[in-house]
């Protein structure tokens, strides 16, 4: 089984700054996918990052506010960008092996 | 398109009854179906999935689902609900085996079980 940790697990930050969130999965895998999930809603797939490659994002979701990285098979990142209140969500990843999600990171801007 | 209905907000079920958590999908092509469930302050914990054979499937916790093709369903069942089960449970749907694929989910469904 795949094993997936989040950094930060959470923060608190303040209106107009940036945060990364670091996605590392413990095997190489193709593709990792980065979730929201708002104060009580479901998860809404960010976009979908494959080694090598720019990452796909899905309506909604643009590259300048949700850059991403994936330097490698194990390795991504997200940063939530000029961060608002309205961004306060758990962020996720997960990857081609469906039953694994990181534990999340719980982001909240005041 | 892909996508995934769980047609109840909130679900209340005394200890001891059974429980169902409904799920409806809509896919092209095979669906490839998945429970998950999120504690509070919990990330999201895989409980089981529906590839192909046998449609009752079973997976942690005691959980079970059982696909239903013609009435494009897959819900959720345990026999006997325990206090702890109380949670939020999401169902998902992918249209690719191959997992290049994201995953589509249901708004949720809240679980709460009553002693």
């Known amino acids: 089984s795949a094993v997936i940790s989040q950094k930060p697990s959470r923060d608190i930050c303040q209106r107009g700054t940036s945060l990364t969130i670091q996605c590392q999965v413990d095997?190489?895998?193709?593709?990792m996918f980065w979730y929201r999930q708002q104060p009580g809603q479901s998860l809404t797939l960010i976009a979908t990052?494959?080694?090598?490659?720019?990452?796909?994002?899905e309506s909604g979701f643009v590259i300048d506010k949700f850059p991403i990285s994936r330097p490698n098979l194990t390795f991504s990142t997200l940063t939530v960008s000029n961060m608002s209140p309205e961004d306060s969500s758990i962020y996720l990843c997960?990857?081609?092996?469906?039953?694994?999600f990181g534990p999340g990171t719980r982001l909240t801007v005041l | 398109a892909q996508s995934v209905a769980q047609p109840e907000d909130q679900v209340n079920v005394a200890e001891g009854n059974p429980l169902t958590v409904k799920c409806t999908y809509s896919?092209?092509?095979?669906?490839?179906l998945f429970w998950y469930v999120q504690y509070p302050n919990r990330g999201l914990q895989f409980l089981l999935k529906?590839?192909?054979?046998?449609?009752l499937v079973k997976g942690s916790y005691g959980f079970e689902a059982e696909f239903n093709k013609s009435q494009t369903s897959f819900h959720l069942k345990k026999p006997s609900a325990l206090v702890s089960d109380s949670a939020l449970y999401f169902c998902?749907?992918?249209?690719?085996?191959?997992?290049?694929?994201?995953?589509?989910f249901g708004k949720g469904t809240r679980l709460s079980v009553i002693a």
């Open positions: 997960s990857t081609d092996r469906e039953q694994f």
């Open positions: 095997s190489q895998v193709t593709m």
């Open positions: 990052a494959n080694q090598g490659s720019e990452a796909t994002y």
């Open positions: 896919v092209s092509g095979n669906p490839y």
């Open positions: 529906y590839i192909t054979g046998d449609n």
């Open positions: 998902a749907v992918r249209e690719s085996l191959s997992g290049n694929t994201p995953l589509v």
